[in-house]
């Protein structure tokens, strides 16, 4: 199989900055989308620091990788959770740094989603409500879990998801980069399968848009390019109070 990949980050209609950072695809196949926060500058200086730091230490690290083609092998994920949650320990270590010693910087924080895509495994590092979903058989799945005070109140059952939707607290996230000296990364494993198309995206666009219009927009357009911007213009379509950033990464036969 191949993947291919497609992405585009939108300020919005509501914000003057656009604090989110995206990164695609160049020398591995690490997809990631960071969402800023703090204000002023500094929420874009976290979310693209954690970024850089995330993709330095995979491409530093590429060449400690076994080398097993054209042999299939039955491969330990051990090492590869382990690369995702360091790169991620590495990038809030980075923010939280940069936060305490720079003024400007002070309660910065970013959430951050990455897809490391293996032959026939997918390695997914979250820390946020930022969030990665599914699309196979033209059936949408969120394959992380936000991060989120509101989420939290959902799983103590002090709230149903319908009365979640019109929270006054919605957008508090209880764990970020930035935040403390060390976070706890959630990791997820996936085995994708020819078809599946796995979206990256900060709240910006999930918040505008419900599941089934995320899965009618994907799997109606063929084109990964049309497809981001058309996930970007209807979220602005929808109000687009917050910056609006997707990733797409479709899995087709090589």
């Not at 196949?29 to 976290?46: N, P, Q």
């Amino acid at each position: 199989m191949r993947i291919r990949f497609s992405g585009a980050t939108d300020v919005g209609l509501k914000r003057q900055a656009n604090e989110d950072s995206i990164h695609l695809p160049t020398q591995s196949r690490l997809a990631i989308v960071a969402d800023g926060m703090g204000g002023h500058a500094s929420g874009e200086v976290a979310s693209a620091l954690a970024v850089e730091t995330m993709v330095d230490y995979y491409e530093r690290t590429a060449d400690m990788q076994p080398l097993t083609w054209p042999y299939k092998v039955d491969r330990d994920l051990r090492g590869d959770i382990n690369r995702m949650t360091t790169s991620v320990l590495l990038a809030n270590l980075e923010v939280f740094e940069r936060a305490s010693k720079d003024p400007s910087c002070k309660g910065m924080g970013t959430t951050v989603v990455a897809v490391y895509f293996l032959d026939d495994t997918a390695v997914i590092g979250h820390v946020g409500d930022s969030r990665v979903y599914r699309l196979r058989d033209g059936k949408l799945s969120q394959l992380t879990e936000d991060h989120s005070l509101i989420n939290d109140y959902i799983k103590m059952k002090r709230v149903t998801e319908e009365e979640a939707e019109n929270w006054p607290h919605k957008n508090v996230i209880v764990r970020a980069l930035g935040m403390k000296d060390s976070v706890q990364v959630d990791i997820v494993t996936e085995q994708p399968q020819i078809g599946d198309c796995y979206l990256l995206c900060s709240d910006g666009l999930c918040d505008m848009l419900s599941n089934d219009q995320m899965a009618h927009i994907v799997g109606a357009v063929p084109d990964l390019d049309m497809a981001v911007e058309a996930l970007i213009a209807a979220a602005n379509d929808h109000g687009g109070v917050d910056n609006i950033s997707v990733v797409l990464g479709r899995i087709e036969a090589a």
